[in-house]
């Protein structure tokens, strides 16, 4: 899951090393990878049990992070929908290419758009800065004006306030634009990192009624990155429930980590090994021009992705094993549906 919190670094004792030590011993160890990965079941179900599936039906949803980043970016996610396997994507908002992606959505209001609400700028040649403005904000832009490159930069100087602020803004900008909402997640995890930030990030989608990325059932591939996690935030999960928001099952994110040619076989030995709920498993798909190798070294990476996604293989695999894909906008719809 680490891969999902930062590019930057591939180690779980990395995450751990960017938690300040008075988190540490206040006892929340809100890690950057823990966050969301929360455990909480009732009476044995599976979160998708609880929105209506049934006990053994692995439900999954296919999701491209990242989106708005890039032209690459934007073109990667969207051959993964119309041609591929993935259901589902989120924007980063203060990012270049986002007009271009919300021009999209207006012709494709279907798709299953939420936000990777973006805290940080983390490429050297290829920045951004936060919406809200530098005079709102102080704390979340460094020197060149930009965002922060890392998440400790941000826990160092960022109150809980100002992330409230620009996350606020985020949404603002995606409702100017006409763009769907339909969740609510992270950007390299920052949100995550601090226990303040966390109860913002919940607060506003609450306040709003957008799901956020929050996981709290068997979480089999979670728990190998943050077992101690799991057990520390179980409280969360049923807020989260009660406040009449989605939870799903388990968030696998190591593809961001695998080999770039080996990603469609990997995506199908994942997809056959899936227990029963509602596992969400995240790529960064992307279409690589010339230019996109000078954002990001990631760019065979992301290639890969998008091979995954569109692999006819993969496609056969979900009809085999017998899948169902949803998406937040389902979640949502089915979490209305039933008694708290």
């Not at 939420?114 to 050297?124: A, D, I, P, R, V």
């Not at 996350?167 to 634009?177: E, F, N, T, V």
């Not at 799991?230 to 049923?238: C, D, T």
Request: charged share 20%.
């Amino acid at each position: 899951m680490v891969a999902y919190m930062t590019k930057r670094s591939e180690t779980l004792p990395w995450v751990f090393a960017t938690i300040p030590s008075s988190l540490k011993t206040a006892g929340w160890l809100l890690s950057a990878v823990g966050c969301w990965m929360l455990t909480a079941t009732l009476q044995g179900q599976t979160f998708a049990e609880r929105l209506g599936w049934s006990p053994q039906q692995v439900v999954v949803i296919l999701h491209v992070d990242d989106v708005g980043m890039s032209h690459s970016s934007n073109l990667g996610a969207i051959q993964s929908i119309e041609q591929g396997v993935a259901n589902s994507w989120a924007v980063m908002m203060p990012c270049p290419w986002v007009s271009e992606i919300a021009q999209y959505l207006k012709e494709h209001p279907q798709v299953d758009s939420g936000l990777h609400l973006t805290l940080t700028s983390e490429w050297k040649p290829y920045r951004w800065g936060p919406l809200a403005g530098k005079p709102k904000v102080p704390g979340l832009v460094d020197y060149e004006g930009c965002l922060w490159s890392s998440v400790p930069q941000v826990l160092a100087s960022a109150s809980a306030d100002e992330i409230e602020i620009e996350i606020r803004a985020q949404i603002d900008r995606a409702k100017s634009l006409g763009m769907p909402i339909t969740h609510l997640d992270s950007h390299m995890g920052t949100l995550f990192a601090h226990p303040d930030y966390f109860e913002r990030y919940a607060k506003v989608g609450i306040e709003h009624q957008i799901p956020i990325l929050v996981a709290g059932g068997h979480l089999t591939h979670a728990r190998k990155e943050n077992g101690e996690a799991v057990e520390r935030l179980k409280p969360w999960v049923e807020k989260i429930w009660d406040a009449g928001l989605p939870v799903i099952d388990d968030l696998h994110t190591a593809s961001y980590s695998w080999p770039a040619n080996e990603k469609p076989q990997r995506l199908r030995d994942l997809l056959k090994s899936l227990r029963p709920g509602i596992t969400e498993i995240l790529f960064h798909a992307s279409e690589p021009s010339d230019i996109f190798p000078l954002i990001t070294g990631s760019s065979a990476s992301r290639k890969g992705d998008l091979e995954a996604l569109v692999s006819n293989q993969v496609r056969q695999t979900l009809t085999s094993e017998g899948i169902v894909l949803t998406t937040w906008k389902e979640l949502a719809r089915r979490r209305k549906e039933v008694k708290p």
